[in-house]
């Protein structure tokens, strides 16, 4: 077993968490995603993840790869857990729609 954590490493990991979120998510309304609490709860510790992840890439690879919005991922991480229970869904649904496909389809071409 091969436990070398480099930047692809931690890429990857953060291309499997946007791609739970998306499959998920896909074609569901903002009203369906906040009835499922579950749901909720998996797309915040996926968020977390992603910036977790994307907090041990290396600054070389983040200054090579400047069109992925890293600090947002990092600011959305620390809006989910610093604001201690409450979280604005409206935030939360546009990342889910609009940011983390958009930030799948940029990390893919890596």
């Not at 291309?15 to 009835?35: A, N, Q, Y």
């Not at 609009?98 to 893919?108: A, D, F, S, T």
Request: no cysteine.
């Amino acid at each position: 077993m091969d436990n070398n954590k480099d930047d692809i490493y931690y890429l990857n990991r953060i291309k499997t968490d946007l791609k739970f979120v998306i499959d998920h998510t896909e074609g569901k309304t903002k009203s369906e995603i906040e009835e499922d609490e579950v749901l909720v709860d998996s797309i915040m510790f996926r968020i977390i993840q992603i910036a977790e992840n994307n907090m041990k890439l290396s600054d070389e690879f983040k200054a090579s790869h400047k069109e992925v919005p890293w600090l947002a991922i990092k600011g959305m991480r620390n809006r989910i857990v610093h604001n201690y229970g409450y979280v604005d869904m409206t935030i939360v649904y546009d990342t889910v729609i609009h940011g983390i496909p958009e930030m799948y389809e940029l990390l893919r071409k890596i």
